[in-house]
């Protein structure tokens, strides 16, 4: 939460410092890397501690973004935020169609089926190129469950939950 009690959501890693001037590369967690070049302020999360930080730079590096904030002057002054997430307000968050829905959005949904059987809780997500696959945990079992109109039937994001249709499984 912000200092106003207002979500925030990850959108960047720091991987390390780069350069002598206390830039660091950023390592973007966003499907719109191109939202950094707008942002004027950010929230830097180091284990259980924000911190609010003044951007002075930003600008696209490689599959990265390279940003400079307020009282990092040298490379020593980066290090210590290293593996740090970047954070922004959740309604700074660029508007999604209908149907589209931020990882932090659908991390954390109860997974039930069409018949009420409970599955578990999403717990990451992962990228196959194709279509993204919820990864799906209860005290027993994992499931892996690929983000596909044919199986995702309902997302109820207020509920917290998400129906889906299993897939049939073809043993020989």
């Known amino acids: ?18 350069g002598l001037k206390g830039e660091m590369i950023v390592q973007p967690l966003t499907f719109d890397p ?5 942002l004027k302020d950010v929230f830097v ?12 730079s930003v600008k696209p590096y490689r599959n ?7 009282e ?10 290293r593996g740090a997430l970047i954070k922004i307000k959740e309604s700074e968050s660029p ?8 990882h932090y959005q659908i991390v954390g949904l109860s997974v039930y ?16 190129g194709s279509n993204d696959v919820y990864i799906v945990n209860n ?5 892996l469950i690929p983000a596909i109109k044919d199986v995702i039937r309902e997302i109820d994001l207020e509920a917290r939950k998400m129906i889906v249709k299993l897939m049939e499984v073809v043993e020989e």
């Open 45 to 56: 999360q180091i284990q259980d501690i924000i911190e609010h930080k003044k951007l002075k």
């Open 34 to 38: 191109e939202r950094f070049l707008k």
């Open 64 to 70: 990265n973004i390279l940003i400079s904030i307020e």
């Open 1 to 18: 939460m912000s200092k106003e009690g207002e979500s925030i959501v990850v959108i960047g890693r720091v991987m390390r410092e780069w």
């Open 139 to 143: 005290d027993d079992r994992e499931y």
């Open 95 to 102: 508007k999604l169609p209908e149907g589209v829905y931020y």
């Open 72 to 81: 990092c002057n040298t490379p020593e002054d980066v290090r210590r935020y």
């Open 113 to 128: 089926t069409v018949d009420g059987n409970y599955l578990g809780k999403i717990t990451s997500i992962f990228a196959t």
